[in-house]
């Protein structure tokens, strides 16, 4: 599957952003989809996953509570809604799909995903 990330921008500190990530093909809702991030001179980190069966959506523990996954399969779009961003949240926003299931102990293992997007740049100002 192709990925195409978009939506991220620049922010003031306690602003929003609404990245999205729109897969190719017919097959989407067999997908398990997340979110990781890569700040400059930092690994990538997991930041939010849903499973292909929907349900539970994960989140790391510094966003919960202010970002939002989301997806639309009749749109074949998952959606990052970001909330009271700070500064610390600055960093290239990557999609990631999976075909099929992630088990849970691996959801947030970047590893785990075969397909990427190109990234979206999010930048929070102080």
């Known amino acids: 599957v192709q990925l195409q990330a978009s939506g991220g921008g620049l922010v003031q500190a306690g602003g929003s952003l609404r990245p999205s990530c729109v897969a190719s093909?017919?097959?989407?809702?067999?997908?398990?989809m997340g979110w990781f991030r890569q700040a400059p001179g930092k690994e990538r980190e997991f930041v939010s996953a849903?499973?292909?069966?929907?349900?539970?959506?994960y989140y790391e523990d510094s966003v919960k509570g202010r970002f939002t996954l989301s997806r639309d399969n009749a749109k074949n779009t998952v959606y990052l809604q970001m909330d009271s961003l700070k500064p610390e949240d600055t960093a290239v926003y990557y999609c990631?799909?999976?075909?099929?299931?992630?088990?849970?102990?691996?959801?947030?293992?970047?590893?785990?995903?075969?397909?990427w997007g190109q990234g979206t740049q999010v930048t929070v100002s102080s």
């Open positions: 849903v499973r292909s069966s929907g349900g539970y959506i």
């Open positions: 093909g017919r097959t989407f809702s067999r997908y398990t």
């Open positions: 990631a799909a999976r075909n099929g299931q992630i088990i849970l102990s691996n959801i947030r293992r970047a590893g785990a995903y075969d397909s």
